[in-house]
């Protein structure tokens, strides 16, 4: 089990970056898949990029290129580098774990998360 605490989102305007940030608390020892989602208002969530506890990391396909993950397991956290940022990119942001591996970004397939981060991107 993990606890899940999200930072560093905001207000950019379009094709500026962020840098989101994800504190790892862990509650049992364990091997977990991490991965950020994000939500829209009126929209359902999806999973923009994963990463796994052997550090291989997946994208869908509007962020490849724009987006990168990636974890510090020595300060316990979870990054998600934003850049090239666009208004479509504007949602709330979670943070997720799961307890064992998983190859896809499904919500459904995650157990713990994060309370979220708000990031906006206006034109």
């Known amino acids: 089990q993990v606890q899940l605490a999200e930072s560093g989102g905001g207000s950019v305007q379009s094709g500026g970056s962020l840098r989101l940030s994800c504190a790892v608390t862990y509650v049992t020892y364990g091997s977990y898949s991490m991965a950020w989602f994000r939500q829209a208002p009126g929209k359902e969530r999806v999973g923009v990029a994963g990463?796994?506890?052997?550090?291989?990391?997946r994208y869908i396909d509007s962020v490849k290129g724009r987006f990168t993950i990636s974890q510090d397991n020595a300060k316990k956290t979870l990054y998600l580098q934003m850049n090239s940022l666009k208004p479509e990119d504007t949602a709330m942001y979670y943070c997720?774990?799961?307890?064992?591996?998983?190859?896809?970004?499904?919500?459904?397939?995650?157990?713990?998360w994060g309370q979220g981060t708000q990031v906006t991107v206006s034109s």
């Open positions: 997720a774990a799961a307890g064992s591996w998983v190859a896809s970004l499904n919500s459904k397939e995650y157990n713990f």
């Open positions: 990463i796994a506890s052997h550090g291989t990391s």
